[in-house]
């Protein structure tokens, strides 16, 4: 079974500045896919980046990296440069082989506040 | 390029009914999955269709069910509703063809049961 951990229930950041999210995962598989999404109020999930196990370079999407130590379990999400908008839910997610269409488990969620 | 719709977007039902919910996917995309979110919850995987026929199912009782049109667009029954079925419901559509894609989300339907 795969498992997600989000320690951090709630972030409140100063804008400009650089947000890391936490996330750790637990997992048998050999082949496996991370993601992230954020969920603003209106309650859609939006995806932002993926990291598939295989990938030796962390993935980057703007101003967003995907900070993934494989030893270690961890795809920690970092957002350069907050911005208001920025606001959100935020979920680590996971599924089986290095493919999309498999189901995902979802860890808990950060709630990011972004500080004028 | 639409992206992926429900409807209805706000239900309210009372304890032992049915409810019936829509997605219509992504264009281009041929699989769907059905995701419940409690409140302060992540989302949890109801089940996938594909080719219209269940192709995964999580951990939800047989109250649970669906169907997929020819079309790719699908629908997820709950039957003898229980207070404890009150949640964000969301639909996500991904492609089997391809390299590798993620699943996108539609905006979701809330249930609230009374």
């Known amino acids: 079974a795969q498992k997600i951990t989000q320690t951090q229930p709630g972030m409140f950041v100063q804008e400009k500045e650089a947000v890391t999210l936490d996330c750790t995962y637990d997992?048998?598989?050999?082949?496996?896919?991370l993601f992230w999404y954020k969920q603003p109020s209106s309650g859609e999930m939006i995806f932002l980046i993926y990291?598939?196990?295989?990938?030796?370079q962390n993935a980057t999407e703007g101003r967003y990296s995907l900070n993934f130590q494989k030893a270690r379990k961890s795809a920690n999400l970092v957002i350069s440069a907050s911005q208001l908008g920025d606001s959100a839910m935020y979920f680590c997610?996971?599924?089986?082989?290095?493919?999309?269409?498999?189901?995902?488990?979802f860890g808990t969620g950060t709630r990011l506040t972004i500080i004028p | 390029d639409a992206g992926v719709t429900q409807s209805p977007t706000h239900l309210i039902k009372t304890r032992g009914q049915q409810v019936t919910l829509r997605c219509s996917p992504k264009?281009?995309?041929?699989?769907v999955s059905w995701y419940q979110q409690a409140l302060g919850q992540g989302p949890q995987f109801i089940f996938q269709y594909y080719e219209e026929e269940e192709r995964q199912r999580g951990n939800f009782p047989d109250r649970f069910s669906g169907h997929q049109f020819p079309n790719y667009s699908s629908e997820l029954n709950v039957n003898a509703l229980l207070l404890g079925d009150s949640a964000l419901y969301l639909c996500?559509?991904?492609?089997?063809?391809?390299?590798?894609?993620?699943?996108?989300f539609g905006p979701g339907t809330r249930l609230t049961v009374l």
């Open positions: 997610a996971m599924s089986r082989a290095n493919f999309g269409n498999e189901k995902l488990t």
């Open positions: 264009s281009g995309h041929d699989t």
């Open positions: 997992t048998s598989d050999q082949s496996y896919g």
């Open positions: 990291q598939g196990s295989y990938d030796e």
């Open positions: 996500a559509s991904s492609s089997t063809t391809g390299s590798v894609d993620t699943q996108y």
